[in-house]
């Protein structure tokens, strides 16, 4: 649907703001609100209870993800800032990840990282509208171009609320265009929401195809071949296999399992022709990701034995829960110059082991319970597993050539989901940008929603 423009605009004196409709106003933000007022003591009781919110845990579309209950005592150091009902907070560090949401109805124990600047409309602004406000494109690009740094670019909240924003002066106007962006906003993230449901199924699909094949053979995964007669595995937990598959140790069906090595690097990409230490990061998609590395100072001397070599199979050792394990290959066409870090195991198959068939059975679910069983640290922080569980994972194996031809089937089953998933993908991400560019527009003052029934005001 198109909505008018305004019948009349007026020039300010900011280039990057332009016209604004009139009987609006553009000020800088330090005229509308008041920023970071609240902060948690340092002689808070150390037991007192907190719902932590960090800057992890915001995105521009869904707000706040998750929350962290916390003693104090337990709490980092930057959870600090006191949020009140109709606040909204902004990222200051790592402004490229549009961390912004508004505050609605929050337990009174809500504490957000000094990372955000927590934003508090003055009377004559409507919260909500605010709210949306400090998500429109045009302020998050006066964010973006104002903050310093490369790697970790942040802006000074003293910068922040000095960039202009623009607003009608009259508040049951913002109210009007805050209903309208809450009826338009809900019914664009229920669309999104039902989406995202689907890309979960494709992609747990995706998962249960690849498992099938390489843990029960083609017959099981609905290929129309014939199905093989089974035996019992041995192990209670996988249950039974193919009677003709080998069940072994991954340390008989590989040669030297090693990890790398761990510099002080530079933050930035190494150059093309420098060397580099690959990040656990490479490994965190089913494809290796050379550009996932840091760049090896000058002054130090590489270790060409950790260099990494086409086909090498990658295994995340250090890792959240989540991604720990994860696994990928080295592509033939990989750069020269890249080093294995001490995060990451490397491994070769032996002969009568096909690399692309041992990888997709490490990201199985069978390989999961197992690292996940053996893992070390926190489950809410980064994991770790060591040689030994690696050297002892329970592997299942065909011979040979039935390995290449269940990859080979597995490479065109997930090619058809995956084109499904990019299709989905590609709807969800229209949909987010028409929510974008709305917000943007109806706060900027490009539309007109004034006459708009909106049904939350009928």
Same mark, same amino acid.
């Not at 509308?32 to 209870?49: G, H, K, P």
């Not at 394990?325 to 020269?336: D, F, H, K, L, T």
């Not at 890249?338 to 390989?367: H, I, N, S, W």
């Given at each position: 649907m198109r909505y008018p423009a305004y019948l009349d605009y007026t020039p300010t004196r900011w280039p990057e703001v332009g016209s604004i409709?009139?009987?609006?106003?553009?000020?800088?933000?330090?005229?509308?609100v008041t920023c970071n007022d609240e902060a948690l003591s340092e002689t808070t009781d150390s037991d007192y209870e907190i719902a932590y919110v960090d800057i992890s845990s915001v995105d521009l579309v869904n707000g706040i993800t998750a929350v962290e209950t916390l003693s104090f005592d337990e709490a980092p150091s930057r959870a600090r800032?006191?949020?009140?009902?109709?606040?909204?907070?902004?990222?200051?560090?790592?402004?490229?990840?549009?961390?912004?949401?508004?505050?609605?109805a929050p337990p009174g124990n809500m504490i957000v990282s000094t990372g955000f600047a927590v934003i508090r409309p003055l009377e004559f602004v409507n919260s909500r509208f605010?709210?949306?406000?400090?998500?429109n494109t045009a302020f998050i690009d006066e964010v973006v171009a104002h903050s310093t740094g490369v790697s970790y670019p942040a802006i000074n909240p003293t910068t922040l609320v000095c960039l202009p924003v623009r607003y009608p002066g009259d508040k049951t106007e913002q109210q009007q265009i805050a209903a309208f962006l809450d009826w338009k906003t809900g019914q664009i993230n229920a669309l999104i929401a039902k989406k995202q449901e689907l890309l979960e199924k494709l992609k747990e699909n995706r998962l249960a195809v690849i498992t099938q094949a390489v843990t029960k053979g083609l017959s099981s995964a609905g290929s129309g071949q014939a199905a093989a007669p089974l035996r019992d595995?041995?192990?209670?937990?996988?249950?039974?296999?193919?009677k003709h598959w080998e069940v072994k140790r991954l340390r008989f069906a590989t040669g030297r399992i090693e990890q790398g090595w761990s510099? @002080?690097?530079?933050?930035?990409?190494?150059?093309?022709?420098?060397?580099? $230490?690959? *990040? %656990?990061?490479?490994?965190?998609?089913?494809?290796?990701?050379?550009?996932?590395?840091k760049a090896l100072p000058l002054d130090l001397e590489p270790m060409p034995e950790y260099e990494l070599r086409p086909k090498d199979i990658l295994i995340s050792r250090a890792n959240t829960k989540?991604?720990?394990?994860?696994?990928?290959?080295?592509?033939?066409?990989?750069?020269?110059?890249?080093?294995?870090?001490?995060?990451?195991?490397?491994?070769?198959?032996t002969a009568g082991v096909d690399e692309e068939f041992l990888t997709c059975y490490l990201r199985t679910p069978a390989a999961r319970y197992q690292y996940e069983r053996e893992a070390t640290g926190s489950s809410g922080s980064m994991q770790n597993i060591g040689q030994s569980t690696i050297k002892n994972l329970v592997?299942?194996?065909?011979?040979?050539?039935?390995?290449?031809?269940?990859? @080979?089937?597995?490479?065109?089953?997930?090619?058809?989901?995956?084109?499904? $998933?990019? *299709? %989905?993908?590609?709807v969800v991400d229209r949909l987010t940008e028409y929510r974008t560019a709305l917000i943007t527009a109806a706060t900027t003052g490009k539309i007109d929603v004034r006459q708009v029934a909106v049904p939350s005001l009928a």
């Amino acid at each position: 649907m198109r909505y008018p423009a305004y019948l009349d605009y007026t020039p300010t004196r900011w280039p990057e703001v332009g016209s604004i409709p009139s009987g609006w106003e553009a000020r800088r933000l330090k005229f509308a609100v008041t920023c970071n007022d609240e902060a948690l003591s340092e002689t808070t009781d150390s037991d007192y209870e907190i719902a932590y919110v960090d800057i992890s845990s915001v995105d521009l579309v869904n707000g706040i993800t998750a929350v962290e209950t916390l003693s104090f005592d337990e709490a980092p150091s930057r959870a600090r800032r006191i949020v009140r009902d109709g606040d909204t907070i902004v990222s200051t560090v790592r402004t490229y990840l549009k961390a912004i949401a508004p505050i609605e109805a929050p337990p009174g124990n809500m504490i957000v990282s000094t990372g955000f600047a927590v934003i508090r409309p003055l009377e004559f602004v409507n919260s909500r509208f605010l709210g949306y406000v400090l998500q429109n494109t045009a302020f998050i690009d006066e964010v973006v171009a104002h903050s310093t740094g490369v790697s970790y670019p942040a802006i000074n909240p003293t910068t922040l609320v000095c960039l202009p924003v623009r607003y009608p002066g009259d508040k049951t106007e913002q109210q009007q265009i805050a209903a309208f962006l809450d009826w338009k906003t809900g019914q664009i993230n229920a669309l999104i929401a039902k989406k995202q449901e689907l890309l979960e199924k494709l992609k747990e699909n995706r998962l249960a195809v690849i498992t099938q094949a390489v843990t029960k053979g083609l017959s099981s995964a609905g290929s129309g071949q014939a199905a093989a007669p089974l035996r019992d595995s041995g192990i209670p937990w996988l249950g039974q296999v193919p009677k003709h598959w080998e069940v072994k140790r991954l340390r008989f069906a590989t040669g030297r399992i090693e990890q790398g090595w761990s510099p @002080q690097c530079d933050n930035q990409p190494a150059d093309d022709e420098a060397w580099g $230490v690959m *990040k %656990v990061g490479c490994v965190n998609g089913d494809e290796f990701d050379s550009l996932e590395n840091k760049a090896l100072p000058l002054d130090l001397e590489p270790m060409p034995e950790y260099e990494l070599r086409p086909k090498d199979i990658l295994i995340s050792r250090a890792n959240t829960k989540e991604l720990l394990g994860s696994a990928a290959i080295v592509p033939e066409n990989v750069r020269p110059k890249l080093l294995l870090c001490d995060k990451l195991f490397r491994l070769r198959p032996t002969a009568g082991v096909d690399e692309e068939f041992l990888t997709c059975y490490l990201r199985t679910p069978a390989a999961r319970y197992q690292y996940e069983r053996e893992a070390t640290g926190s489950s809410g922080s980064m994991q770790n597993i060591g040689q030994s569980t690696i050297k002892n994972l329970v592997v299942f194996l065909p011979p040979l050539g039935e390995q290449k031809v269940i990859f @080979q089937y597995i490479q065109r089953e997930v090619a058809k989901l995956d084109a499904l $998933v990019n *299709k %989905v993908q590609t709807v969800v991400d229209r949909l987010t940008e028409y929510r974008t560019a709305l917000i943007t527009a109806a706060t900027t003052g490009k539309i007109d929603v004034r006459q708009v029934a909106v049904p939350s005001l009928a």
